[in-house]
């Protein structure tokens, strides 16, 4: 079964950098070439999908909302997909989750999609 684990969240202040990184368990991305993306929910509000990627680098999405300042990527020798955040606002204050996809789909949020982490909690403060 795969499993999705997050890291790097934190607490930063407005202007500053993180940088977010989603492993699997169960899979090598750069050998199954999975859609893998990256979610936000902020308190109160609806989940937004903010960008997508494969590990041959296929698939690019960013979100308008977080466009020139985030950015994603793959690490294919260390099997991670990185969320490298720019510019934070207090806005991006959000739960970040990691999500992949197997099916074929990629270069949208706009489906369901079938595995999710647990989340990372990015706290930006004014």
């Known amino acids: 079964q795969l499993q999705l684990t997050e890291s790097g969240g934190g607490s930063v202040q407005a202007g500053g950098s993180l940088r977010l990184s989603c492993t699997p368990s169960g899979d090598t991305f750069s050998k199954s070439n999975a859609c893998v993306a990256w979610f936000r929910q902020a308190p109160g509000k609806e989940r937004e999908g903010i960008a997508t990627?494969?590990?041959?680098?296929?698939?690019?999405y960013i979100a308008d909302s977080v466009k020139g300042r985030f950015t994603i990527s793959p690490e294919n020798a260390e099997n991670t997909v990185y969320l490298q955040m720019n510019s934070l606002k207090s806005e991006d204050t959000a739960i970040y989750y990691c999500?992949?996809?197997?099916?074929?789909?990629?270069?949208?949020?706009?489906?369901?999609?079938?595995?999710w982490g647990q989340g990372t909690q990015v706290t930006v403060s004014l």
């Open positions: 990627i494969r590990a041959d680098g296929t698939g690019l």
């Open positions: 999500a992949a996809d197997y099916r074929g789909i990629c270069g949208t949020v706009r489906f369901p999609f079938e595995y």
